[in-house]
T-cell receptor, first 112, second 112 residues
Framework: NAGVTQTPKFQVLKTGQSMTLQCAQD?????MSWYRQDPGMGLRLIHY???????DQGEVPNGYNVSRSTTEDFPLRLLSAAPSQTSVYFC???????????FGPGTRLTVT | GQQLNQSPQSMFIQEGEDVSMNCTSS?????WLWYKQDPGEGPVLLIA?????ELTSNGRLTAQFGITRKDSFLNISASIPSDVGIYFC????????????FGQGTTLQVKP
């Protein structure tokens, strides 16, 4: 099993550009989440999904969209990038009833 | 929103020393998880706790789920240089399966 995979690993965007961060898991986990990590602030939940077709907002959802068309994939879209979205983004998945989340390696995004 | 207060923020210790860090919340949690993050990597799950009062070990690591369900601590015994990293507590609030809340992290440095 590859676990949780994320692409790209690094990305530089200009203000106003759009892009999609990819996340996939091969553990058949129902729950998937996106977090952003900023210095001194831990990880903050952006959006999460409890199953295909179901998504909900986390603590910091503004500026991000998600969809969950399959169990395996949970892409995060930035519609119009802003410098405040410069951060490290982590995707995670959790098996129903396990309460244990497993993280991908992260995407380091810089918006200039 | 709910927050976890993690302390200390950073620690600089001598190899061989024991380490203790803790996490507190103003509201109850159903689970407590402890993660370690190495530079440039995603968080890795160390220990998961499911019941108030539970004490669980993983090698030199021991963690406890506080009896009030509002706190947890992590101890590392006989620290070694590879223990260096950022340690995060995280938890699920009642009814929030799939949504993890994180502490701000404890940065541990070990002097050989």
């Amino acid at each position: 099993n590859a676990g949780v995979t994320q692409t790209p690993k690094f990305q530089v965007l200009k203000t106003g550009q759009s892009m999609t961060l990819q996340c996939a898991q091969d553990m058949n986990h129902e729950y998937m989440s996106w977090y952003r990590q900023d210095p001194g602030m831990g990880l903050r939940l952006i959006h999460y999904s409890v199953g295909a077709g179901i998504t909900d907002q986390g603590e910091v959802p503004n500026g991000y969209n998600v969809s969950r068309s399959t169990t395996e994939d949970f892409p995060l879209r930035l519609l119009s990038a802003a410098p405040s979205q410069t951060s490290v983004y982590f995707c995670a998945s959790e098996g129903q009833g396990t309460y244990e989340q497993y993280f991908g390696p992260g995407t380091r995004l810089t918006v200039t | 929103g709910q927050q976890l207060n993690q302390s200390p923020q950073s620690m600089f210790i001598q190899e061989g020393e024991d380490v203790s860090m803790n996490c507190t919340s103003s509201s109850i949690f159903n689970t407590w998880l402890w993660y370690k993050q190495d530079p440039g990597e995603g968080p890795v799950l160390l220990i998961a706790l499911y019941k108030a009062g539970e004490l669980t070990s993983n090698g030199r690591l021991t963690a406890q789920f506080g009896i009030t369900r509002k706190d947890s601590f992590l101890n590392i015994s006989a620290s070694i240089p590879s223990d260096v990293g950022i340690y995060f507590c995280a938890g699920h609030a009642p009814g929030n399966t799939g949504k993890l809340i994180f502490g701000q992290g404890t940065t541990l440095q070990v002097k050989p």
